[in-house]
């Protein structure tokens, strides 16, 4: 017995094997002035993406904005009783309280919110730069990273589409159809844009008066498809061995962690159950799982994501949050680093550059981050080749660029209770009732949607200004007289 250590009765005395072991969580602040930052961060980014990233003049950014509050993080069933911030913006912007500057020279918007509760007026900031979208300041005035100008591989641009982007339209498109698009315009008066396609050509397309073929417009959560779609490419390209392999986050190293249960099977199905607490103004605290913070706070995307504590078992609770997707974020930017390859040029040269989509631009966050759960950008033709893509069971102009069975993995739901399945979502519940049950769309917040018809062979992208209303039943129609039409 005289040469052993000490058991110790209460703490595991294993030396730590990686930095310090898990993570320190984040709290999520929910107090009325950080709801008010968060509030102008995001009126900032708006007015950065409309007019620097999709080239809206200010008028028309003034028409398109609406006021937006941020909201306090729900729990798994529904949003806690918390403090509501929207009718105190209402009245800032009825009485000239809150401020919109734009700088055209330095592609910045700064936003600023004047309440005589909280001292100073609170101000928010945020930029544009090519290639990286707009990026959220918040407070600070410029990003912790340079944004170099990025070189796209624009190659095939005068070839015909979906590999270039040479369209020549049908010469004659029958009159159910231009009907059905007319009152679908008519009645959804954001909409930017419809592609109707098949892997072979556009078939029709029609833009409003705001709307044109090469105006990149935002499709926030559209974007998800792009980061699944990236997972499947490093799958087939054997960087991972399977889509059911413990998520590699970087600050998920410590296999003691509870972390290295969730899978990248979990995080693109929304079941890895992370959250955080929400502290209050009162000093409580709940449970939140967060859905927009990562477009309203100047923070480091892939930090706070990776630092969300695991609230329910992993895989057992679908509950549709961002958080995982930056998750994979991380795990994307960590994949591509270790293989000494540059970020931001590897992120597009891997998808959007060889489907030829060069209107195609992540928002980065400040620190250089390529969001993965949203916010992304690209023009209605250029969604339409995702679908194709997908049309074509993921071979591309010949070229397999995904596993095979990864379009059935992605675009078939598994989990009992939601129509989500691997950032894709589906029809099972019948959401567009004249459509098969099998169809499958990327979507975004706002109605932007990119479907997926295999059976019929083709892909339709809509496009839509941001809190403006989409007639979804004369979407629906339109889809059904697209299939009835050309399939």
Known sequence: MSGRLPVEPIFDQTPHLFDDGPPDPVVYDASARALRQRTVNFAAKRY???????GLDRATADRHFRPRAALVPGGLSGRPAGLNVQDALTLAVRDGRFAVHTDAADRRATVTWTDSGFGDPITGQAIARAGYGGIVLGQQTAPRFEPRRLSRDTSAAAKPWPVGGAVEPLASVPSAMTAALDAFMASSSGVY????GTPDRVLVERYSAFGTPDR???SWSMTKAITCTLVGRM?????????????PAPLWRDPRDIHRLITLDHLVRMRAGIGFPVRHGDGSVTLGFENSAVYQDGVDAFDMAQRMIVATLPGSVFRYVNSGMNVLGAVIRSQIEKRGLPYHRTVYEMLADRLGMSSYQHSADIAGNFIGSGAGFAT???????GVLYVNDGVWNGERLLPPGWVDYATTSTHTGTSYAACFRTNI????????????WAAGASDNRVFILRRHRLSVAVTNET???MDLAALDRMIAIAIDSFA
């Open 216 to 218: 990149a417009t935002p």
């Open 48 to 54: 950065a993406d409309m007019m620097f990233v999709g």
């Open 467 to 469: 809190d403006h209303p």
């Open 235 to 247: 799958i087939h390209e054997g960087w991972f061995h399977s889509i059911h392999d413990p998520a």
């Open 193 to 196: 844009g419809v592609v109707i």
């Open 429 to 440: 519940d019948h959401r567009f009732p004249s459509l098969p049950v099998e169809t499958a």
């Open 380 to 386: 209605a033709r250029d969604y339409a080749k995702l």
